[in-house]
């Protein structure tokens, strides 16, 4: 079965012009506020706004923290986020929170994002339902590797633990997108506290793909398994350790912003390669507005 999953590094970058916008040029047009936007069902909205006039990385944001964010759940009004401080990365773009209220599967959301001197930004996509899976955590091989310890430099044999982790799920009736997560914490109390880690799956077709998501043009109406690996070296790891393995449904929106970012990025270290434009669903503005829907399992593993 053919699997097209596609890798999903998290890049924060923002780009500029009306529907599309050039990844790694400075198109050299007038500022518009940008919104980051990942949130996820469950958790309280999280935005990020900025000003920008291109698609380069986020360091040529400026901060916006003196806009106005309101959200809208089936036209009707929510809320307005509240200020919460600067992002302590790059340039320190400003975060707004909600302080009750986070995306509703089957929910239409819109968001505007006003601030004096740019027009107001308009981000508008329907919450996609869960997908129920089937989802393992088991142990698959244990080879002996070196390792490095970043803060002091020492190198030393240790062993690098394999674990495969699957999902298996039944694709359902429409257009359907998808990406697979594993974080991991010391105690299942933590996962609530917000103290977790986000680990990396391996895709075993191609060392390169990490932490994967895919559309059902493949696998329409299909039950289907995939099967990532993630690794661990014994010389960090504890006793045991507890895992959350989520299976995310996005909105389209997000899908082909995350694709087209990605491309940017990899066509970045190709000098020949032809200019990539990414999307946004923002109008009059830039990035991305959207959430994931988890369907997801807490395993606790004692590592052999």
């Not at 002996?144 to 044999?157: D, K, M, Q």
């Not at 010391?186 to 390169?208: H, Q, R, V, W």
């Not at 997000?254 to 669903?281: C, E, H, M, R």
Request: glycine fraction near 6%; charged fraction near 20%.
């Amino acid at each position: 079965m053919m699997k097209r999953v596609v890798f999903i590094c998290v890049l924060i970058a923002l780009a500029a012009c009306k529907d599309e916008f050039d990844v790694f040029e400075v198109p050299g047009k007038d500022f518009k506020i940008a919104i980051q936007s990942f949130n996820e069902v469950g958790h309280p909205w999280y935005i990020q706004t900025a000003v920008s006039k291109s698609a380069a990385p986020i360091g040529t944001l400026d901060s916006l923290a003196n806009a106005v964010v309101k959200i809208y759940e089936d036209e009707k009004f929510v809320e307005q986020l509240k200020f919460s401080g600067m992002n302590g990365h790059f340039v320190h773009p400003a975060i707004f929170r909600s302080s009750t209220n986070s995306p509703r599967p089957g929910h239409e959301y819109k968001i505007t994002v006003e601030a004096p001197g740019y027009p107001m930004a308009i981000g508008t996509y329907k919450q996609p339902e869960p997908v129920p899976a089937e989802m393992t955590f088991k142990f698959h091989s244990r080879q002996r590797a070196s390792y490095t310890n970043l803060e002091t430099g020492e190198s030393f044999i240790t062993y690098r633990m394999a674990y495969e982790v699957t999902f298996t799920f039944t694709d359902p009736p429409g257009e359907n997108f998808y990406d697979f997560n594993l974080e991991s914490a010391a105690t299942e109390e933590d996962f609530a506290k917000g103290n977790i880690s986000s680990e990396l799956l391996y895709d075993p077709f191609n060392s390169n793909l990490m932490r994967g998501m895919t559309d059902d043009s493949q696998i329409s109406e299909q039950r289907v398994t995939y099967k990532f690996f993630y690794f661990g070296y014994e010389a960090q790891m504890s006793q045991s350790r507890w895992f959350r393995i989520s299976l995310r449904t996005m909105p389209a929106e997000q899908f082909k912003y995350s694709s087209k970012l990605i491309k940017g990025y990899l066509a970045s270290y190709d000098p020949y390669s032809q200019p990539v434009t990414t999307y946004t669903n923002v109008e009059n503005g830039l990035g991305i507005f959207s959430a994931y829907t988890p369907y997801s399992k807490v395993v606790n593993v004692t590592f052999e």
